[in-house]
């Protein structure tokens, strides 16, 4: 969240920062209910999952969420090595002292922030195993090591994302901790509030070029099936109306923000530039 | 000699002329005037000829004869092509050779020159002395055919890879000849050499497929034809055709190759109103694209729709079937010889009606269309005018795209989104009846009238679609074509039907008998049962069938019979091996970076999961020499992969026999060569595998063959039961699932995946035809593996596949493989994907 003050460029900050009075709202477009959902959500504190695609705008909602309910959020993006230490702590050498440090998941446990946990899945399972106890009844966090427990703070809140694609075959979560959730479907917006976040993202954009931009991702999204791992995201349209904006010919922006990144096939390639050629042919 | 003793030779000359033939003297008689100008001595050596020449051989004396006026018109001397002429009696049976000679003197002459004639005529008696055939073959070619408009340098282009050959390898003059031509004028002539080279190789192995392919005849030869004309090539690219037709239109369009070759003129994109049609080569890539879209277009906004037609039948006052193909014909004979003119004009009005609603799905196709067009060269003499008539109709198209524009009169009816094909052919009676446009009467002509991405409608039976049928309908055959008035023929592709013997082999086996497994039929290619013998055998492992009509579970109602692989075959093994040996070096090169080799933990880490006591000690030793030590005190445990247990189950049923419309082999080709590239690649990896292959005759006999289990070893014999996988009889894809599941079992992995390679729907004999019963059996299947905890995925060539297989495996639980040659790499590809 943008606040005045402590968004000095290039400073470190704590990973828990309390809102403030002056914070900016971040830019989100809701697509269906999720709004309502995710309230009603919190206000019991029962932990939310948000899946869908890349880049359709779950850690947008996320923050924006964060802003609205005016709670701290704390975020770990998950990977292959993540393992239970990098989320509940571990003792560091400082001096000639062993100190135990925080973890993330800890520290918004303890300060009641919102934990979010992004793409779950890649994490090891033994990171998976520390939040059972979090997203039950007991809402308590286990600290092994240190033979301690605490109970979550009650404004503390977990999100969870979760990217369905088929890479996950082998490595899903298991039944017994996804029905712990709370789920949101997330999915590419509408057409016409795809146009409304191009434009509001951003400011200068002509909206003939939005709707080109839109019809064009929407169309390229039909490839998925040949052989994409994950459609046009969003986010790509949002890079490539920055690309625009910032002087680059349409075709040549799209390439680069759209068809470049996602597939090193030289059919699929071609397929995409086609339809984009077909949309911004001069 | 004297004047006087000239005469008398040749008075005497002619006497005996007239004493050997009559009809030959009183020739002689005509050409004598045109001879005589060039003087006495001339003209004894010419009738001297004549005699010799007739007394050698009548025919080539009658040809001489005939032929010296003509000669000597265009040469304006005598003598030289006399004594060439009398050449010929050196050799015996010569006398067509002469006649071929003769007839070209004059082309020769008018093409090529003195000098290029005295060539030509030298290159030609050797080939008399080489052999007399090939001497007539050369004479006889008609010497603009030869040359190819380039002069002397042209037949020497020609000549020089023939003299070669004929050394070599004995070809003849006459094999080669007009098959050489056609490449010259195709690729050009630096085509020829490779051409004939391959054609002598082909030679060697078989006279009669040698000489097929020298005519231009074998398969062979198209193929290396089309490989080397320049342009777009379609067939390599139908992938990406495949994929802009589902982008724009929805997928549910089938692309198949037609049998267009280059001396069949200019390449067009064809429908029959259920498939597409595309020509092997196209000029570019823009025209490629066009085409395609343009064909689908046809199908998709009603030139194919059963009333539209029937209406426009009717208009026409011709009957139309109720059933069945529809020939176009009927349509156009009444025109006569003005036909092409009239289907130029109906083809016009009926593309502009379509491009015009194609124009609604691709934004910018008319302008894509119109720059295009405007980019082609000159415009042909006779039909540039329909041409341009064309490019007025797409302007005034664009034009209608805009908001409040006013549709002109002429084109406007088919500017409307409720316009049918009948509306076409009204507006194109019309505009043929004010006869303002030329005839045209060459098919060259004809052709060139179509702008890019258009071509003649009206190429093959129409099959009427009913209009919520977008659907393929069941194939029943391909029709032969029926020749349009101007006799172009019908292109024929074979479908995707199953090769004659399999389809027999199908059908005798249902006859055989209930029960019959053990394939009497007469093709079993000995493929043993253990179960064969004795009535009273097992009948196998039971497993439950899903029956979603009932919504219930049919106990003991399909049984699976595991059996082993009979065929082997180690020679197509080592084949493959050879021929994917840089595929299979590449991915053994990736698996071997990718494997963690760490056995042993971690020492001396930063971070870690407990302390590493020697680093400890170090540590706090040194802190207290009075040092600032390395606080890397912790180790790591090591990473463990995980683990994982897979089976690679291969659908081995009827339709993998089948060959593949691009050529290359049949299907059953790419599976083996997949399947032994996996078991390749998980000997380096590692990890634990099993290989099987279903197929099935009723509920009763699923077969399922393990060609390999988990925890052995992959030996000779496994690889060359691999080589010797063939496919056979249907696919009860449930069955097999359930009992590879349950196969698991006895494996301790956590992790298990269940790979299955499937190439179209799951069906069997008795499904009672209806699709949806099996399909949903192995729904069920699934998700009982998955609560077993074995997750399955497939990986299938059915490019239809989006139509069924997410209701069956789930979305993100199965990939399409457009191109069935990538099988063989992206199999190991997807598995290791999939393990990360």
Redesign the interface.
């Known amino acids: 969240m943008k606040t005045a003050v402590n968004r000095i460029r290039g400073v470190e900050r704590d990973i828990v920062q309390m809102p403030q009075a002056d914070d900016i709202a971040p830019y989100y477009e809701p697509q269906g209910n999720e709004v309502a959902i995710f309230e009603a959500a919190f206000r019991k504190r029962l932990p939310v999952m948000l899946k869908g695609p890349t880049g359709c705008g779950k850690t947008r909602f996320l923050e924006y969420m964060a802003f609205q309910l005016k709670r701290p959020l704390v975020t770990v993006s998950c990977h292959e090595d993540l393992?239970s230490?990098d989320l509940v702590g571990?003792f560091?050498?400082e001096g000639?002292e062993t100190v135990w440090q925080d973890g993330p998941l800890t520290r918004a446990v303890k300060a009641g922030a919102i934990c979010y946990l992004d793409e779950i899945v890649e994490a090891r399972t033994d990171s998976t195993v520390v939040i059972h106890s979090l997203t039950d009844h007991r809402r308590r966090l286990t600290i092994e090591k240190k033979g301690q427990e605490i109970d979550a703070h009650e404004d503390f809140m977990l999100v969870i994302s979760y990217n369905?694609?088929?890479?996950?075959?082998?490595?899903d979560l298991k039944p017994s901790t996804k029905q712990r959730f709370i789920a949101i479907n997330f999915d590419f917006p509408a057409e016409d509030v795809e146009r409304k976040i191009l434009v509001n993202e951003v400011p200068g954009i002509p909206v003939e070029i939005a709707h080109q931009l839109v019809?064009a991702g929407r169309?390229?999204r039909?490839?998925k099936?040949?052989?994409l791992e994950e459609a046009t995201s969003t986010r790509a349209l949002v890079y490539a109306a920055n690309m625009i904006n910032a002087g680059l010919d349409p075709v040549t922006a799209c390439q680069v923000a759209m068809v470049n990144p996602i597939t090193d096939d030289i059919?699929?390639a071609?397929?995409m530039m086609?339809?984009v050629q077909?949309?911004f042919?001069a | 000699m004297t004047s006087t003793a000239r005469q008398t030779a040749i008075s005497s000359l002619l006497n005996e002329l007239k004493a050997a033939s009559f009809v030959a003297h009183r020739e002689v008689e005509q050409v004598l005037p045109v001879i005589q100008p060039h003087g006495e001595e001339v003209t004894l050596a010419w009738i001297d000829a004549c005699r010799r020449i007739f007394d050698f051989d009548r025919e080539a004396g009658k040809a001489f004869i005939r032929g010296s006026s003509e000669a000597e018109k265009i040469s304006e001397t005598v003598l030289p092509w006399t004594e060439q002429a009398l050449t010929f009696m050196r050799w015996r049976g010569s006398w067509r050779a002469l006649e071929g000679f003769m007839a070209n003197l004059p082309r020769a002459y008018g093409t090529l020159g003195h000098a290029g004639e005295r060539r030509w005529a030298a290159i030609g008696f050797m080939w008399c002395a080489r052999q007399i055939e090939s001497g007539s073959a050369f004479f006889g070619t008609p010497v603009l055919e030869l040359s190819g408009r380039q002069g002397i340098t042209g037949i020497e282009q020609l000549n020089t890879p023939a003299e070669e050959l004929f050394e070599s390898r004995k070809l003849l003059l006459g094999t080669y000849l007009s098959g050489a031509i056609r490449v010259r004028n195709l690729l050009g002539a630096q085509a020829i050499l490779p051409w004939a080279l391959r054609g002598a190789d082909i030679m060697q192995s078989g006279r009669i497929r040698g000489e097929a392919y020298f005519r231009l005849e074998s398969e062979e030869s198209l193929a290396l034809l089309l490989e080397h004309l320049p342009g777009y090539r379609l067939t390599d690219r139908n992938r990406l055709l495949g994929m802009l037709l589902d982008v724009w239109f929805g997928a549910g369009f089938d692309l198949k190759e037609s049998s267009w070759s280059p001396e069949k003129g200019r390449p067009f994109m064809e429908t029959d109103g259920r498939s597409l049609f595309f020509p092997a080569v196209m000029p570019n890539r823009d025209e490629a694209v066009l085409s395609v879209l343009h064909a689908a277009g046809h199908m998709r906004f009603g030139t194919f729709d059963r009333s539209s037609m029937k209406q426009m039948f009717a208009d026409a006052w011709v009957d139309f079937p109720a059933s069945g193909p529809v020939s176009w014909a009927p349509l156009f004979i009444r025109y006569g010889e003005d036909a092409l003119r009239f289907q130029l004009i109906f083809d016009l009005c009926e593309d502009l009606r379509v491009d015009f609603r194609i124009q609604h799905l691709v934004p910018n196709y008319l302008r894509r269309l119109l720059a295009t067009a405007r980019a082609t060269g000159t415009r042909h003499p006779e039909s540039g005018v329909y041409f341009d008539l064309a490019l007025a109709s797409i302007e005034e198209a664009l034009a209608a795209t805009h908001p409040n524009a006013v549709r002109g009169k002429r084109f406007g009816v088919l500017l409307d989104p409720s316009s049918t094909v009948a509306d076409a052919y009204r507006v194109a009676c019309t505009i043929y009846s004010n006869d303002e446009l030329p005839h045209i009467g060459d098919l060259e002509a004809f052709y060139a009238a179509y702008l890019p991405g258009r071509g003649p409608n009206a190429t093959r039976l129409a099959h009427p679609q009913e209009k919520k049928d977008q659907q393929q309908t069941e194939a029943q055959g391909e029709q032969q074509g029926e020749s349009q008035d101007q006799g172009e023929g019908e292109d024929q592709t074979a479908q995707n039907a199953e090769s004659g013997d399999q389809q027999d082999g199908g059908k005798r086996e249902e006859v055989a008998g209930y029960g019959d497994s053990s394939g009497t039929a007469a093709q079993a290619a000995g493929r043993q049962d253990a179960q064969q013998h004795g009535a009273s055998s097992d009948k196998g492992v039971p497993y439950p069938e899903w029956d979603y009509r009932e919504a219930r579970y049919k106990r003991n109602w399909s049984w699976v019979q595991e059996k082993k692989l009979s065929e082997a075959n180690l020679s197509e093994t080592h084949r493959l091996m050879k021929q994917y040996a840089d595929a299979l070096k590449r991915l053994k090169k990736a698996i071997q970076s990718q494997k963690p080799t760490r056995l042993a933990p971690r020492l001396r880490q930063m971070d870690g999961d407990d302390m590493d006591l020697n680093a400890v000690v170090s540590f706090i030793a040194e802190k207290k020499a009075g040092r600032s030590p390395n606080p890397a005190i912790y180790r790591r445990r090591e990473m463990r992969q995980r683990e994982v247990a897979v089976t690679l189950l291969a659908d081995m049923s009827t339709s993998i026999m089948q060959h593949l419309p691009e050529g290359g082999g049949r299907l059953v080709d790419r599976v083996r060569a997949g399947v032994l590239l996996f078991a390749e690649s998980m000997e380096e990896v590692g990890d634990n595998y099993s290989i099987a292959g279903f197929c099935s005759k009723y509920r009763d006999n699923v077969s399922y063959y393990t060609i390999k289990n988990f925890d052995e070893p992959l030996s000779e014999n496994i690889r060359s039961q691999i080589g010797g996988m063939s496919g056979r009889l249907a696919t009860r894809m449930g069955a097999a699932i359930r009992h590879a599941t349950a196969r698991f079992e006895a494996v301790t992995s956590r992790r298990r995946l269940l790979l299955i390679l499937s190439d179209g729907r799951p069906e069997d004999y008795d499904d009672g035809g209806d699709r949806r019963y099996l399909h949903e059996d192995t729904r069920m299947a699934v998700k009982e593996a998955v609560a077993k905890g074995v997750h399955p995925f497939c990986i299938t060539v059915d490019t239809m596949a989006n139509q069924y297989l997410p209701q069956i495996f789930g979305p993100g639980h199965y990939m399409v493989l457009d191109h069935i040659n990538t099988l063989p790499k992206k199999l190991p590809e997807i598995y290791f994907r999939l393990r990360r």
């Open positions: 393992t230490s571990r560091l050498l000639s369905p694609g088929y890479q996950t075959v082998l490595k019809a169309k390229s039909l490839l099936d040949h052989g059919e699929l071609e397929a086609e339809i077909a949309h042919a």
